[in-house]
């Protein structure tokens, strides 16, 4: 391990993954958060590789790609909690097809012929993603982290004073904490709500970002079934909504009618951090300190994660 010294701020799938690649590069690390990462807004995340609700849409492609080719690897451990699923993407009819930048990522992209498509669809694309479950990704994360030497603290910061006061680099990864942390009134919540169900013999995901009536997704993991979605922007209340619930299962069984009666296991609501673009730079707040700002990731935190990991630990071997 190097001299050099980082504290990131934050313990989400950003911070996390931000930190490893610091440590990767010889810098040694402390990770400070408010809570633990079983807690965070990723812990709760549908988690499926896919960009949602995030720009610079060219610096977006980029950073997901690299994550893609960061997760592929991991599919093949157990104990990482990533795998790779097979599914469709689904198009309305009469809408551009925004997608073609990220989904050339996945080597096995085909397009499907409307016939085998659900009804007021006239487009799809069959491919494999990544599909992460993020109570176990996070303790893998965790893990990783510890064995590279990087060190956890629990503490919650009311500015990063105290950061910059401890370490020659601090990297900020606060996710919603940002509009505190550093004044970032651009910065605000899109709140999601999930269903998980019995997976049942669901094996391929379904994604539908473009229902009006929400972004709607079946991502069945190892043993259950993630269901999706809502996206209230500028909502910021955690308790789950029946009528919300509700017309989750209707969307999704549409689109997957062994769902019909599958059994709810749990809902859960998480607060996405979005803003106009994702803040990833660099700063000098003062004499000898350098700061890199990496949060505002919306819907796409876990899609993007390691490529902006690259990009953080790229920008402090600069320093």
Same mark, same amino acid.
Request: proline share 8%; net charge negative; glycine share 8%.
């Given at each position: 391990m190097g001299s050099a010294r980082a504290i990131v701020v934050g313990a989400g799938v950003s911070g996390l993954s931000s930190a490893i690649g610091l440590l990767e590069r010889g810098i040694a690390v402390e990770v400070w958060t408010r809570e633990l990462p079983a807690r965070t807004t990723s812990s709760v995340a549908g988690a499926i590789w896919y960009p949602y609700?995030?720009?610079?849409?060219?610096?977006?492609?980029?950073?997901?790609?690299?994550?893609?080719?960061?997760?592929? *690897?991991?599919?093949? $451990?157990?104990?990482? %909690?990533? +795998?790779?699923?097979? &599914?469709? !993407?689904? @198009?309305?009819?009469?809408?551009?097809?925004?997608?073609?930048?990220?989904?050339?990522?996945?080597?096995?992209?085909?397009?499907?012929?409307p016939e085998f498509l659900p009804d007021g669809f006239d487009r799809g694309f069959e491919l494999s993603v990544p599909v992460v479950e993020?109570?176990?990704?996070?303790?893998?994360?965790?893990?990783?982290?510890?064995?590279?030497?990087?060190?956890f603290v629990v503490r919650a910061l009311?500015?990063?004073?105290?950061?910059?006061?401890?370490?020659?680099?601090?990297?900020?990864?606060?996710?919603?904490?940002?509009?505190?942390l550093v004044g970032d009134r651009e910065l605000r919540a899109i709140r999601g709500q999930l269903v998980r169900v019995e997976r049942g013999a669901v094996e391929r995901f379904t994604l539908d970002d473009?229902?009006?009536?929400?972004?709607?997704?079946?991502? *069945?993991?190892?043993? $259950?079934?993630?269901? %999706?979605? +809502?996206?209230?922007? &500028?909502? !910021?209340? @955690?308790?789950?909504?029946e009528a919300t619930?509700?017309?989750?299962?209707?969307?999704?069984?549409a689109l997957e009618p062994r769902l019909a009666a599958a059994r709810v296991l749990s809902v859960s609501v998480g607060l996405r951090p979005a803003r106009s673009a994702v803040r990833l730079e660099r700063e000098t707040p003062r004499p000898g300190s350098t700061l890199i700002h990496n949060y505002g990731h919306g819907g796409a935190g876990v899609t993007l994660s390691w490529g902006c990991a690259h990009e953080v630990a790229a920008l402090a071997t600069l320093v």
């Open positions: 609700k995030v720009a610079p849409r060219e610096r977006v492609a980029d950073w997901a790609r690299a994550t893609f080719a960061a997760l592929l *690897p991991l599919a093949s $451990d157990p104990s990482s %909690g990533v +795998s790779l699923c097979r &599914g469709v !993407e689904l @198009l309305p009819r009469g809408l551009p097809d925004e997608a073609a930048d990220f989904r050339a990522a996945a080597s096995d992209v085909r397009a499907r012929h993020m109570p176990i990704y996070l303790e893998w994360l965790l893990a990783r982290l510890r064995s590279l030497g990087g060190e009311d500015s990063l004073a105290p950061a910059l006061d401890a370490a020659p680099l601090v990297v900020n990864c606060s996710g919603l904490g940002a509009r505190e473009y229902d009006p009536r929400g972004v709607t997704y079946v991502i *069945p993991r190892s043993k $259950d079934c993630i269901l %999706g979605g +809502s996206a209230d922007d &500028g909502r !910021e209340d @955690l308790i789950p909504s619930t509700r017309a989750i299962l209707e969307r999704c069984a």
